[in-house]
């Protein structure tokens, strides 16, 4: 059987210096907040090319505290409005719920999976103060467009960087790392490419207020110990699973490539029309966290493949408007992202995905 996602040998090449690290910690006596949690914020800022990291809980925690950090700096207020796609995972939407704005669904384009950025200026109302844009699968949203709307309507836009660990634009020959001037979110889930063992996620900006603030919000609201100035939470990135993560964040790039590595293998050489592969301009904008593609046949496609002893998944099966805890919704209708959510298949993708089994795949899907 080949897995979806072979955790266990992803993380098994970094055991000697996850033993190091795990030494070094409980020698510390310093579990929460200490050097290794500073250390990974300096280097995943400096990795992202921003100015401040602030090491969360999880990911879902660290677009709920941008949010409630704007809500602090007066720049949002609830019941405002955020532009988000219909077609992202439910965590998108619920940290909006969670911070007591309103979520507003807009349709993704159906070749890249992200937001639809000329379906954006139809659902700007008065109540409209943020985007949140969602960098879906690994590919980065059309970021000069949506800014450029923000821009032009006044409006903060947020990244989910959940799935998009080193992507970049090239802007001039330069490399830029996933952000725009805006403030990213970024989950350390174990699935991701960078992933932690465990939970983990980080805020990433270059606003100086709200580095502060969401660094206050995510320690009960206190700056200074036991004097509270916000109503806060205890969110904050775990000593050890920063260790873990100072790790594996040298690796990062290297991994990414290799993922591109086995996506364009399958881009050239799967060949089936029952499928429809991933749309990629080659650039360094995808790091192919999944590799998805569509097909009218879905659960025979994946008994199929089961059959042959290749593991997939599905992200995701139900759209976030016909889930049950959003009852209000289920009337709604997104028919790009109820087409996508029906068709949508992921593929085994890793830094440790053999050549042999990326060709075995390839062959079987060939012969479908």
Same mark, same amino acid.
């Given at each position: ?5 072979? %955790? ?93 704005? #309103? ?13 639809? !950025? ?36 006044? %409006?903060?836009? #947020? ?145 199929? %493949? ?38 949508? %298949?992921?593929?085994?993708?890793? !830094? ?17």
């Amino acid at each position: 059987m080949i897995p979806f996602l072979d %955790l266990n040998k992803i993380n098994a090449r970094y055991e000697a210096a996850f033993q190091c690290k795990l030494e070094s910690v409980l020698a510390s006596g310093w579990y929460i907040l200490g050097n290794e949690v500073k250390e990974f914020e300096t280097n995943f800022a400096q990795y992202c090319n921003s100015k401040y990291c602030i090491g969360v809980g999880n990911g879902f925690d660290a677009l709920v505290l941008i949010l409630k950090g704007y809500i602090q700096l007066r720049k949002l207020q609830k019941g405002d409005e955020v532009i988000v796609p219909a077609n992202t995972y439910i965590a998108s939407i619920l940290a909006i719920l969670e911070a007591d704005l #309103i979520p507003v669904l807009v349709e993704p384009k159906l070749e890249t999976y992200n937001i639809n !950025p000329a379906l954006i200026k139809e659902k700007i109302t008065s109540k409209t103060k943020a985007i949140l844009a969602v960098h879906l699968y690994g590919q980065l949203a059309e970021m000069d467009q949506i800014n450029a709307i923000a821009i032009a309507n006044d %409006l903060l836009v #947020i990244e989910d960087a959940a799935q998009s660990h080193g992507a970049f634009f090239e802007v001039e020959s330069q490399k830029s790392k996933v952000e725009s001037g805006n403030t990213q979110a970024y989950s350390f889930y174990p699935g991701k490419n960078l992933g932690a063992l465990g939970d983990g996620g980080a805020v990433v900006t270059n606003d100086e207020e709200l580095a502060k603030v969401v660094s206050t919000l995510r320690n009960y609201g206190s700056e200074t110990k036991y004097y509270t100035d916000y109503i806060g939470v205890n969110s904050r990135l775990d000593e050890l699973q920063a260790a873990f993560l100072n790790v594996k964040l040298a690796h990062l790039d290297a991994d990414n490539e290799k993922r591109r590595v086995v996506a364009r293998k399958y881009l050239s050489q799967i060949n089936n029309n029952k499928i429809t592969l991933p749309f990629w301009d080659l650039s360094s904008n995808h790091v192919f966290h999944l590799f998805v593609i569509r097909t009218k046949n879905r659960a025979e496609l994946q008994a199929y %493949l089961l059959e042959n002893g290749i593991q997939t998944v599905i992200h995701y099966p139900i759209p976030p408007h016909k889930q049950k805890a959003l009852s209000d919704w289920n009337n709604l209708s997104f028919p790009i992202t109820e087409q996508i959510h029906n068709e949508v %298949l992921s593929f085994p993708i890793s !830094p440790v995905l053999k050549e042999e089994e990326v060709d075995f795949i390839i062959a079987v899907l060939n012969k479908y």
